[in-house]
Every structure is written in C-alpha cells, then in structure tokens.
C-alpha cells in the first residue's frame, strides 16, 4: 500500500505541473480536430 502512495503523490506532482504548462497551449491551439490532439501533440 505504502508503493501506491509513493507512485499517487509522483505522478501527482509531474501531472499538475504538466497540465498547468499545457493549459495555455491548449487555448492556443483550439482547432476543430480537438482539444485531445493538442494535448497529445505535446506529450
């Protein structure tokens, strides 16, 4: 149980950063294909 707490707290520390870094690509690139390809497009 203590390793799944250890990998919930990492991914939750590099994934909200990542979202935030991503947010103001995502509103740059609002095309009719979708938000997800943006998205992915970074990753």
């Given at each position: ?42 990753a």
């Open positions: 149980m203590i390793e799944r707490g250890v990998l919930a707290n990492f991914l939750i520390v590099v994934f909200v950063p990542f979202l935030l870094m991503s947010l103001p690509y995502t509103m740059l690139i609002l095309e009719p294909s979708g938000r997800l390809a943006s998205i992915t497009g970074l």
